[in-house]
């Protein structure tokens, strides 16, 4: 091994969501430098919300992603009811599970089959894929359709939906409307169970971190809305307690902010936390599904949150078939949420991992501050902490391949660029 | 010919010029769309896949890096690569891949004929919630060129 210096520089970073570079420095096999820049410009969602009604929350932060955008409609709705003190349950909240499921579905989709899994049969893209496995490409989108159908069953459309709103829905749909989709989801479970069992025989590099994983936990379902916020770690609170457990902050060369526990640093949140966390939630027959994938809790190895995000699908899939199978309609399709001063937390998981919003409201309802941390800005350090660790096997290979396992390694948390740009007033101290 | 001639916006809405491909479809809505031909849109590439399965043709509307920004560009797909322009999409797979990969993976379904209208935009740098001025401006020129295309194709014999 030489002790010779290289730079693996990607400019724009391709199959991930929005824009971003990578610059990692090599001495020997020791990384010296890496910088995960995501230059995606700032969109400033936080200071728009500012003096819009706490009715317009949700609406306005679904527009941060046209991939998980139930992800923000129901941390916005669940943080400016805790701040309303209104509590949703019963049907709407099935409703709003109904919803989140077919988000989970669409986005974890399109990330395995399209973005992730050319990696791991050496395809430069989706496209040099299909050529050979067009069948399962096919399959992946129809599995994504089946998401995004139930997503505007729900939402009134697929991308952007418009009929959630604070306190439930604006009209609930009819039972007969849910069960007609039955099939098609019934059809993407079986599907899904292939194709875990398909991706199992992946060539899985041999990494592990010791990461610490945070995940919502709920009593007794596998985690979506709400819940505590609890880590590997030992970590369990409330989720107003996050301003207190974590914090983040700016660096020079990215428009997202890293985000840190509170004296302690790097975690991750997404599917392999979900999964270490709350593996007992997971419904029966997917412990079985994903025992038979050979994974096993703790997962540490983040090549294989491609298989966790599959076990994801295949329990969104059956939780949403026993949802409708059980659902009966409201009696009203909102509960009514006057405006009132206060602030509230709410918490989600999105596909990508924890999602939460805080909102200060004034008594008219008026939004005074918001505050929204997405996962991919939670994730960034740990993001480059795996690159770093890889390292030794980085200069091992040529530059060709190194640069490609980078990517990999990146796609491993299906960061979404465009949710994280964040901007923060530049503070200038005067001695 | 069966099937309706498909005119397909690509952008999302708040992302500034990148809705472009949406304000070109919302301007054709408005002045009401020809006999025949549905107006669509799409937030993403992956979304564009089944709505290319149609045996009419296809227009595709989006907003691509080029200077100067507000230029309309009239585009076969595999033009897209072969001169250097890039469609706004922030979600891994681009127009020009949508495309390829519906031919690939559905040869027989996918519509015969599609072009692209592209709007150039400058690279976003900062937050805008409308069109930038030179953008909107193209946004009734893209339109009459949509217009064009299809009276040009329904004038076609093979498209008859």
């Known amino acids: ?431 | 010919m069966s099937g309706r001639t498909r005119v397909i916006g690509l952008g999302q809405a708040a992302a500034g010029d990148d809705q472009v491909g949406l304000a070109v479809i919302e301007h054709l809505r408005e002045r009401g769309a020809p006999d025949g031909v549905e107006l669509l849109t799409a937030a993403e590439p992956s979304a564009l896949l089944p709505l290319l399965e149609t045996p009419a043709p296809v227009v595709l509307v989006d907003a691509v890096l080029a200077a100067p920004p507000g230029e309309v560009l009239v585009l076969e797909p595999e033009e897209l690569e072969q001169r250097g322009l890039s469609t706004m999409s922030t979600h891994g797979l681009g127009v020009a891949q949508a495309v390829a990969l519906a031919r690939v993976l559905s040869p027989a379904a996918v519509s015969p004929s599609i072009r692209i209208i592209g709007v150039s935009i400058s690279p976003p740098g900062r937050f805008q919630q409308g069109l930038s001025p030179d953008v909107a401006a193209a946004v009734p020129r893209a339109a009459e060129h949509i217009l064009r295309t299809l009276t040009h194709w329904s004038q076609e014999p093979r498209h008859a």
């Open chain 1, 1 to 431: 091994m030489t002790n010779r210096t290289r730079t693996l520089q990607v400019d724009y970073l391709t199959r991930v969501e929005g824009e971003t570079s990578l610059t990692l420095r090599l001495e020997g096999d020791k990384a010296t430098d890496v910088r995960l820049s995501i230059f995606e410009p700032p969109r400033f969602f936080e200071a728009l919300l500012r003096g819009r009604s706490y009715l317009e929350a949700p609406d306005i932060t679904s527009r941060i992603c046209g991939i998980c955008p139930a992800a923000y409609l129901m941390s916005a709705c669940l943080a400016v009811e805790d701040a309303l003190g209104v509590q949703v349950d019963g049907p709407l909240r099935v409703l709003r599970r109904i919803l989140y499921c077919g988000e989970w579905i669409e986005s974890h989709a399109l990330h395995v089959f399209l973005l992730h899994a050319p990696d791991f049969l050496g395809y430069p893209d989706a496209l040099s894929m299909a050529k050979r496995h067009g069948e399962w490409v096919q399959r992946g989108l129809r599995i994504k359709k089946a998401g995004n159908t139930l997503m505007s069953i729900l939402g009134g459309r697929s991308i952007h939906p418009i009929n959630v709103r604070v306190g439930g829905f604006y009209r609930a749909p009819s039972r007969a409307e849910l069960e007609a989709h039955l099939p098609e989801l019934r059809w993407g479970r079986a599907a899904t169970a292939e194709a875990l069992e398909w991706m199992a025989g992946f060539p899985f590099p041999a990494f592990e971190r010791a990461y610490e994983f945070v995940s919502l936990r709920h009593p007794s379902e596998y985690p979506l809305l709400g819940g505590r916020i609890v880590s590997s770690e030992g970590l369990d609170i409330p989720v107003h307690g996050w301003d207190a457990h974590f914090e983040e902050t700016q660096v020079p060369y990215s428009n997202a902010l890293h985000a840190r526990r509170v004296g302690r640093g790097a975690y991750l949140c997404g599917p392999l936390a979900r999964f270490n966390l709350n593996f007992d939630r997971l419904a029966p027959e997917v412990q079985e599904a994903a025992r038979r994938a050979g994974l096993s809790v703790p997962c540490r190895n983040p090549f294989r949150a491609l298989l966790v995000r599959l076990v994801e699908v295949l329990h969104a899939f059956t939780e949403a078939i026993q949802l409708i199978e059980r659902y009966e309609e409201p009696a009203a399709p909102y509960v009514d949420t006057p405006a009132r001063a206060g602030m509230g937390s709410g918490a989600t998981e999105a596909p990508r991992g924890l999602l939460y919003h805080r909102y200060t409201l004034d008594p008219d309802g008026a939004i005074r501050e918001a505050r929204i941390v997405p996962p991919t800005s939670q994730n960034q350090l740990s993001i480059e902490d795996d690159l770093r660790t890889l390292a030794p096997e980085l200069a091992s290979r040529s530059h060709a391949e190194a640069t490609r396992l980078a990517e990999q390694a990146i796609r491993n948390h299906d960061p979404c660029i465009s949710c994280a740009t964040h901007f923060l007033t530049l503070k200038v101290e005067r001695a």
